[in-house]
């Protein structure tokens, strides 16, 4: 694999529905392969946050990821300024975070690491589009702060990673 030089950075949904749904490591291993890959040459990453969202559920994807080699990121002083410039650029982006339920507490964090390594967001979440919502996702505060937001699969489609399929052995 070439080294790319555009960094990305994941949100915890890519890969926990990755992992329920549709890249099970019992019938796409190369997946699981290919993250450990991209994190070992420094192109894909997490930040703390997102890494202890994943690993506070004892699951098979927990044991996974505490071995994977995707750099975890931790908050530093110039994070934490892109947080703060995330919630001042606008008022509406406090509901990014849902208080009542305590969840998407890691989603605001993913945007101001992004921010502060010039990364792409990679995330599952979909723009809110609606007139009159208090809802806002990761993708709506992306295109706010002129952050590149993409899914996992578009990830796969700009590093051009093909998957090859095969008979297991029974």
Known sequence: MSMID?????????LIQAWQKYYSPKICPSYWDMLNELGANNIIFMPEMVYDEIVRTDDDLSKWLKSSKIPIRKID?????????IY???PNHKYLVDNTKARSLADPWV?????RENATVVTKEE???????????IPNVCEKMN?????DFQLIGELGIM????????
């Open 6 to 14: 555009k960094k990305f950075c994941l949100d915890a949904n890519v």
């Open 77 to 85: 002083e110039q994070v934490t300024k892109c947080l703060k410039d």
């Open 147 to 151: 952050v590149s937001w993409i899914n």
């Open 127 to 137: 723009k809110v589009t609606a007139i009159n919502t208090t809802k806002i996702k």
């Open 163 to 170: 998957f090859k399929c095969e008979m297991g052995t029974k």
């Open 88 to 90: 001042s650029a606008d």
């Open 111 to 115: 945007i101001a690491h992004a921010i």
